[in-house]
C-alpha cells in the first residue's frame, strides 16, 4: 500500500473512531435532516399560517392587504355562526373516537390475547385493507349506502358524517391498541384470575391502566383526523358545516386567504389544548 492511500485513509479512520465514541454526535448528525425538515416544512409552515391569519383581504378588490389586524380572530369569536361550526366540530370529534374506541377495543383485545399467532397476522392484514383502498372510493361508497335508494337509506348529515369517519379512522384506533394489547403480559391477567378478579375488575384495574397510553395515541388519530376533515362532510354531510368546510370555501369560492387561515388555526389550538390535557396524564410519557 502507497503512504498516499495510507495518508487518505487515516482521517476516515479519525473521524469513524471520533463517532464512535461519542455518541451523541452521531445521534445529531442522524437526526439533522429529520429536525431540520419539522421546522422548515411543519413550523414554518405554522409559522406562515398565523402570520396570513392576521392579514385582510379589501372587499372591493379581494386582495390580500398584508397589514396585522386582528379582524378575522374578532370575526371568529363574535358571530355565534363560527360558535357553532367549531363545537359542531369538536362534538363530531369526539363522537367518531369514543364510537371507534367502543369498537376498537374488543376487536384489539380478541387479536391480541384470543386468536393464535396465525390468525394474528391475517386479522392485522384484514384492519391494514381498507388503509389500501381510496380515501374518496370509501366516502362514495358510504355515500351510496346512505342515499335514499341505498341499503341504509339514512340520508345525509351529521350522522352519515360521524358514520362514515368512524368507518374511515377505525384502523388508526385499532392498530395503536392492539399494540397495547400486545405488550401487556399474560401472566398479569393469569395473575388477576387466580387472586378472585372477575372479567369487569381485571379490565377496570388491570387492562384498562395499563393500555390507556395505547388509547390515547389512538385518540390522538381519530380525533384530529376527524375535527379537520371536510372531504367526507362534502360528500355525506348534506347541509352540515364543519370547521374544515368552512377553511375549504374561504380559500375557493369566497377567495378569504387570511380568514380561511384564522380559521384553521381553531383545530391547531384544539389539538395543542388535547395534547397538553393528555401529558398531565401522563399517558404520552408511557407511548
Given at each position: ?70 379582524v378575522n ?8 355562526v363560527y ?111 387466580d387472586l ?92
Amino acid at each position: 500500500m502507497t503512504p498516499t492511500a495510507t495518508a487518505g485513509r487515516t482521517p476516515r479512520r479519525r473521524l469513524t473512531a471520533f463517532l464512535h465514541r461519542r455518541a451523541s454526535v452521531r445521534l445529531s448528525l442522524l437526526l439533522s435532516a429529520p429536525l431540520l425538515w419539522l421546522g422548515v416544512a411543519y413550523l414554518g409552515a405554522l409559522a406562515a399560517l398565523f402570520v396570513t391569519a392576521l392579514w385582510s383581504t379589501d372587499t372591493f378588490t379581494g386582495d390580500v392587504v398584508k397589514e396585522l389586524t386582528w379582524v378575522n380572530f374578532q370575526d371568529l369569536f363574535t358571530l355565534d355562526v363560527y360558535r357553532t361550526i367549531a363545537l359542531r366540530s369538536v362534538g363530531v370529534a369526539v363522537a367518531v373516537t369514543l364510537i371507534d374506541l367502543v369498537i376498537a377495543f374488543p376487536m384489539a383485545f380478541a387479536m391480541a390475547k384470543l386468536a393464535s399467532p396465525r390468525a394474528q397476522r391475517w386479522l392485522v392484514i384484514a384492519v391494514l385493507t381498507p388503509l389500501w383502498a381510496s380515501y374518496l372510493v370509501k366516502a362514495y361508497a358510504w355515500r351510496i349506502m346512505l342515499s335514499a335508494d341505498g341499503i341504509l337509506g339514512w340520508g345525509y348529515g351529521l350522522t352519515a358524517t360521524i358514520l362514515t369517519l368512524s368507518y374511515l379512522w377505525l384502523p388508526y384506533m385499532i392498530l395503536p391498541i392492539y399494540a397495547g394489547l400486545e405488550r401487556l403480559p399474560d401472566s398479569l391477567l393469569d395473575a388477576a384470575g387466580d387472586l378472585g378478579a372477575r372479567g369487569p375488575r381485571t379490565f377496570r384495574t388491570v387492562v384498562w391502566p395499563l393500555t390507556f397510553p395505547a388509547v390515547i395515541a389512538g385518540s390522538v388519530f381519530t380525533f384530529s383526523l376527524s375535527l379537520g376533515d371536510y372531504i367526507t362532510v362534502k360528500i355525506v354531510g348534506g347541509t352540515s358545516q364543519l370547521i374544515g368546510n368552512v377553511v375549504y370555501d374561504n380559500i375557493g369560492a369566497a377567495n378569504n386567504l387570511p380568514f380561511a387561515a384564522a380559521v384553521a388555526t381553531v383545530p391547531v389550538v384544539i389539538m395543542l389544548v388535547y395534547l397538553a390535557a393528555v401529558r398531565r396524564t401522563g399517558a404520552l410519557e408511557n407511548l
